[in-house]
């Protein structure tokens, strides 16, 4: 089921937000696996916490790209800076995640 929406929010654009929701959620999975899988760090135990003041993240915290945004780049807690590859890497998956929803077929 697909909503039908005037233009310019038709069934593209949604297909679009959808992917590049999914796809900003998947580049942050990735980037943490990139900071943990080689510290030899459980990608499960502890959640998602600041390196810095090792204080938990909360689901606000947890936002991919809007978070990052919200806060400068910056954790809530301690203010010790985010770096921008986060940053990058989701958004570039982000996109990556928009277009390939875009164009691919059911
Ligand atoms: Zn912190």
């Not at 654009?13 to 998947?26: D, E, S, T, Y």
């Not at 459980?42 to 916490?49: A, E, K, M, N």
């Not at 301690?78 to 990058?88: D, L, S, W």
């Amino acid at each position: 089921m697909t909503p039908d929406l005037p233009p310019p929010f038709g069934i593209a654009w949604f297909r679009f937000a959808l992917g590049f929701a999914v796809g900003a959620v998947l580049g942050s999975f990735g980037t943490m696996l990139a900071y943990r899988v080689p510290r030899r760090l459980s990608i499960v135990w502890p959640g998602s916490h600041c390196p810095s003041c090792r204080t938990p993240l909360t689901i606000a915290d947890l936002v991919p790209l809007l978070s990052f945004i919200a806060h400068r780049g910056k954790c809530a807690h301690c203010g010790a800076r985010i770096g921008m590859r986060y940053f990058y890497i989701e958004l570039a998956c982000a996109v990556a995640g928009g277009i390939i929803a875009l164009i691919a077929r059911p």
